[in-house]
Nanobody, 116 residues
């Protein structure tokens, strides 16, 4: 079955960095667009970044532009989210999502907490 497993979350001080990974199995990874979403307590889930199958199109939420970088390695079936200059308002549960015309799949999430 399809599995998306996020890792790399944790507690970091403001201004710090984290790199999230999303390891995919059970699907043809290269045929899926990959996205990162986040959900803070009491808030709706929001799109953070998206990358198309070959990485030809990338887009970010305005709140993370210039600080976060999404990437993928189709040979490793893994997507990444490099997060720099982290702020307390980046605190959330971060999810990866795979989608194409045939399906949508979500990971279980990894917690990111930005606090001093």
């Amino acid at each position: 079955q399809v599995q998306l497993v996020e890792s790399g979350g944790g507690l970091v001080q403001p201004g710090g960095s984290l790199r999230l990974s999303c390891a995919a199995s059970g699907l043809t990874f290269s045929s899926y667009a990959m996205s990162w979403y986040r959900q803070a307590p009491g808030k709706e889930r929001e799109l953070v970044a998206v990358i198309t199958t070959a990485g030809s199109y990338i887009n970010y939420a305005d709140s993370v532009k210039g600080r976060f970088t999404i990437s993928r390695d189709n040979a490793k079936n893994t997507a990444y989210l490099q997060m720099n200059s982290l702020k307390p308002e980046d605190t959330a549960l971060y999810y990866c999502r795979a989608n194409n015309n045939f399906g949508v799949y979500w990971g279980q999430g990894t917690q990111v907490t930005v606090s001093s």
